[in-house]
């Protein structure tokens, strides 16, 4: 009874997207990442850390005091004591500038400069749909590769099912309808949020 009660609350979650990024470590890396240094963890930063990892909060936390960039992107320097404090971590989510979007996307495609444009962040777009149809063979493992790279974490029903429609409904070509799919993905709150 009790593993069918969790089977439901699960399901329920999953479906109503109630389970925020909040509550899982791998946001909380996120949002320390792009406070110190400006910018997302890789997926395999975040894999790292969590998976293989019993301590990965602190270890990406002692990792990003010792990077070479430390604070150099903003006017607040975040001391490892609040980094690893109760506040931090149960901060409410906060929105992130648009700017910060493409510099994230710009970093997780390895674009050779971060340099905001128009072009380098289409050329950054193409390339993370590049990347997820080369590594996917399906449409909700595109979906969830691209998810993965802009936030750290795959889609949930509600999304994925919101970004197939819009895959499936725009009449173009293969790769413009994926450009569309990213395009929406990036207007995501978790995606906006840190």
Request: with cysteine.
């Amino acid at each position: 009874m009790r593993k069918f009660i969790c089977f439901l609350l699960v399901c329920l979650f999953s479906v109503t997207g109630k389970v925020t990024a909040n509550s899982d470590e791998s946001f909380i890396i996120r949002k320390a990442y792009i406070d110190v240094i400006g910018i997302v963890p890789t997926t395999s930063e975040i894999e790292w850390y969590c998976v293989y990892n019993t301590n990965g909060y602190e270890l990406a936390i002692n990792w990003l005091v010792n990077h070479k960039d430390y604070g150099a992107h903003s006017h607040i320097i975040y001391t490892k004591e609040f980094l690893v404090s109760r506040e931090y971590k149960a901060s409410a989510k906060a929105r992130i500038t648009k700017n910060q979007v493409y510099k994230n996307l710009l970093y997780v495609t390895g674009s050779a400069s971060l340099q905001i444009t128009p072009q380098n962040v289409r050329n950054a777009s193409l390339r993370l749909v590049q990347q997820a149809l080369a590594c996917n063979s399906g449409e909700t493992e595109i979906i969830d590769y691209m998810c993965d790279a802009m936030m750290g974490r795959s889609s949930n029903l509600v999304e994925v099912n919101k970004l197939l429609k819009i895959f499936k409904n725009t009449g173009k070509k293969e790769i413009e309808s994926w450009l569309d799919v990213l395009d929406e993905i990036l207007e995501l709150e978790d995606v906006n949020s840190k």
